[in-house]
């Protein structure tokens, strides 16, 4: 593995070509953001008595009745300070709400995808090394099917088993509202709320990501070195997960990194049908709402994830194979 002051060369370069990536990503998302039909102020008094001309007055103090290209400077101008600009949904900083919510999206999504590397990765090799067993056809049979379910319906499948037939589970929603609890009661509660969704969000990924490491594996356990080392002795154990998952590992680790944007964006489907408070129920609705300073705050923050997510994925090749240099 090169040293650290090439990890760290490699890393500030890579930081300062976000930015202008980030600026070009901003004008496009900010244009076609502006394209949509109609504004925040048409969305909450279109159906009013107000006059046009204290619609026209509230879209002046909103800037609204500016060129779309100014409109972008003034923005641009804020976001360089940390100013998101300000949610008309909420009437609170973009910055406020976006850290109000995302963290409940991002308790849901690490939940989901521990639990989906846990059972997906042992699942994945095994199959690999038991092709057309009756293990690998059944969980073939099971990924599949995961894939396939729409992530909807899989939800209100659960939602009609675990709270509709058997009462097991709440319905939707966070925690029970209306009811005094001490803090241990609170936290059970708001577990026992996120049992549903975190289930229907593993069973929705553990499916492509168990074929994802079962054909990384396939591509290995088939060569030359692996075939070496069995003639060595070595017990099958060691042969799998020491030598040919490590070699297996570059494309599950580009996987992991690309996964690091979700953990943070929320699952819009699933979160609006078990009525969770995450950062994709809020977005589903700004998109309503016109809430534009709230999307653009969003869709940036997505963007500036998936590159991070990408450089966190290079770094790791040089970890995961000592013989990958990057430059």
Known sequence: MFGDYDMRQYITRRL???IPILIGVSIIVFF??????GDAIDAKFAQSHLTPQ??????????LNQPVWKRYFTWAGNAIQGNFGFSTQYNLPVSTVIHTFIWNSFILALISFILE????????VYS????????????????FAGISLPSFFLALLLQKGFSVDLGWMPLDG??????TMTPVQRFADVCQH????VICLTMEGIGGTMRYVRTSMLEVVHQDYIRTARSKGLPERIVIYKHALRNAAIPIVTFIGGALPGLFSGA??????????????IFLASIDQRDYMFMMGYVMLLALLVMLGNLLSDVLYSVVDPRIRLK
Do not use: N
């Open 16 to 18: 300062l070509l976000m």
């Open 128 to 143: 690999a090394t038991k092709v057309h067993s009756a293990f690998d056809i059944i969980f073939t049979i099971i990924a």
């Open 54 to 63: 204290r619609i026209a007055q509230m879209k002046a103090m909103l800037g």
């Open 268 to 281: 819009l489907i699933t979160e609006t049908v078990f009525g969770w408070p995450g950062i994709g129920k």
């Open 174 to 179: 966070m925690q029970t509202i209306g009811v």
């Open 32 to 37: 076609l953001i502006a394209s949509i039909p």
């Open 117 to 124: 590397m846990a059972i997906a990765i042992p699942v994945g």
């Open 194 to 197: 996120m049992v549903l969704p």
